[in-house]
């Protein structure tokens, strides 16, 4: 149970991050100035987002290995945390559709004047990005982030379909050990519940320390 | 001809065996988060609405059911349904409507915080008008506040269904035959099929899910969702529902008493 507990947490943190990396290229992808970026994001969040997370990790874990060349394929079957990469990467190309979505109506939330002060301070265009408009995106989105990363979480209870040893894998196995299922169900929910308390507190306090008028910011928007 | 034998086994994706024995594949998603979201929608208003109430002992269990449904994942409470509703009803449930039970006590708590956050994107100033005109709480309710609230509910309830019909597929775990469980079946018993099997799954799913996204905003223009515009930032922030609790539980508190007041007024 314990190691379930460590694995779990493993997966939400590399999660977390790697997801929110992604969702942010795709956001800056889906509001660029060029077409076929512009195009490609939209087909990534609705390919990405109609279909359920768990298929990407079966997708992952089953399918992927064999598009590889063969040799490779067999060290990834063969590989001990194969489950658990696999369940990193799956949760991430889901999660992350729904970041680069928050993230999208938080860079529609920025007035057009932060961009035009930005240029005319002679900021490049990553600069742009790096010093003023990402900033921005997050503090603006991070409501709806802090929920989504939440949910994250609670996906990588997913995992246990493709045997990666998180909690609710550990449940199982401890079940169809002792016959004590309903036991092990509640020390897992137990968990469950725990951490996502953490996590909420964390991204309470974030926001707290972080905060902004976001309201001001807008209503000039609604306004305009 | 062999792009098509990799299809062969189409009909068992989309109704499993269905006119000779169970219905199975895509069928039964649909069928699981049709009854779940009409059941999940009347104790996700009770809720809603009961979370709003200013009697403690009403508001606190639903407080607590809520957030405890929502800090646990699906597959738990799937699991506890699971080993639950034998012990309530005597041995013989069916795994469909454990399944569907558990998608429906999940769904609830998640459509009771969307009902309370529609209830309360609706200015405070029309309740008070309404009970004004002499109208009774319930009257009130019903012809002033939920018509209201609805449009503003709308497309968060439209994209919490959804996510409902994708969470469908967790069900495949306690072995439910609905299209993950049939993709993985079929992948596993005939291997040279592995790329068909989950191509279909995902075409399924992304089919309904994406129809049904399209014609929910074709509804939302529709019904034009008045000044959506004003509402827009509490909207968004509740689209996923799981409100940061300090806002929340403030606002929530500044309401309470003026709507306790108006109500001995």
Redesign the interface.
């Known amino acids: 149970m314990i190691t379930g507990v460590k694995i779990t947490l493993i997966l939400l943190v590399s999660t977390t991050i790697s997801s929110l990396l992604l969702g942010t290229v795709i956001a800056i992808m889906r509001v660029s100035r060029i077409k076929v970026l512009r195009a490609f994001g939209t087909l990534y969040v ?2 990405f ?7 990407w990790l ?2 992952f874990y ?2 992927f290995p ?1 598009l590889l060349p063969p040799g490779l394929a067999i060290k990834l079957n063969t590989y001990t945390y194969y489950p658990v990469v696999a369940g990193i990467v799956g949760l991430t190309v889901d999660n992350a559709s ?1 970041v680069s979505d928050i993230l999208r ?1 938080g860079r529609l939330a920025i007035p057009h004047g932060q961009r035009e002060a930005a240029i005319s301070t002679g900021l490049g265009r990553v600069q742009q990005y790096i010093h003023v408009l990402l900033p921005q995106m997050f503090r603006a989105a991070l ?2 982030l ?3 990363m ?2 994250n979480f ?5 995992c ?2 493709i045997t990666a040893p998180e909690i ?1 894998w550990a ?1 199982q196995q401890i079940e169809s050990l002792t016959f004590r ?2 036991e092990a ?1 509640a020390v ?2 137990l968990f ?2 725990l951490l ?2 953490v996590m ?1 507190s964390i ?2 306090t974030l ?1 707290k320390v972080l905060k902004i008028d ?2 001001s910011i ?1 209503h000039s928007e ?1 306004a305009s | 001809m062999d792009l098509l034998d990799q299809f062969s086994n189409i009909n068992f994706y989309l109704f499993g065996t269905f006119p000779k024995g169970e219905v199975g594949g895509l069928l039964l998603n649909i069928i699981m988060a049709f009854l779940a979201i009409c059941f999940s929608c009347v104790f996700g208003i009770m809720l809603g609405y009961s979370r709003l109430s200013c009697r403690l002992y009403i508001k606190l269990p639903c407080i607590a059911y809520i957030e405890l449904v929502r800090s646990t994942p699906l597959i738990m409470i799937i699991f506890w349904f699971y080993f639950f509703l034998p012990y309530l009803f005597g041995g013989n449930v069916t795994v469909f409507w454990s399944a569907v039970v558990s998608l429906c006590a999940y769904a609830a708590a998640y459509q009771a915080e969307i009902v309370r956050a529609g209830i309360m994107a609706v200015p405070k100033g029309q309740l008070e008008a309404a009970l004004s005109t002499g109208m009774s709480r319930y009257n009130a309710m019903r012809y002033v506040i939920l018509p209201q609230a609805f449009k503003i509910m709308l497309p968060s309830f439209v994209s919490f269904f959804v996510s409902l019909f994708k969470d469908t597929s967790v069900t495949y775990i306690i072995g439910v035959m609905e299209l993950t469980q049939t993709g993985i079946i079929v992948s596993q018993r005939q291997p040279d099929k592995i790329y068909a099997a989950y191509l279909s799954m995902a075409i399924g799913f992304w089919v309904v899910c994406f129809t049904m996204s399209h014609l929910a905003r074709r509804l939302e223009k529709r019904i034009g969702v008045f000044d959506l515009e004003s509402i827009r930032p509490d909207a968004c922030r509740d689209e996923f529902m799981l409100v940061p609790k300090t806002k929340k539980t403030g606002e929530g508190v500044d309401e309470t008493p003026s709507c306790c007041s108006s109500d001995s007024k």
């Open positions: 609705e390919i987002r109609n279909i359920p997370g768990l298929f079966l997708f089953f399918v064999d729904y109506s409501p709806p802090g929920t989504r939440v949910h609670k996906n990588t209870s997913l246990m379909a609710t449940t299922g309903i169900t897992a929910t469950y519940i996502a308390g909420v991204i309470i926001e976001i309201s807008s609604t």
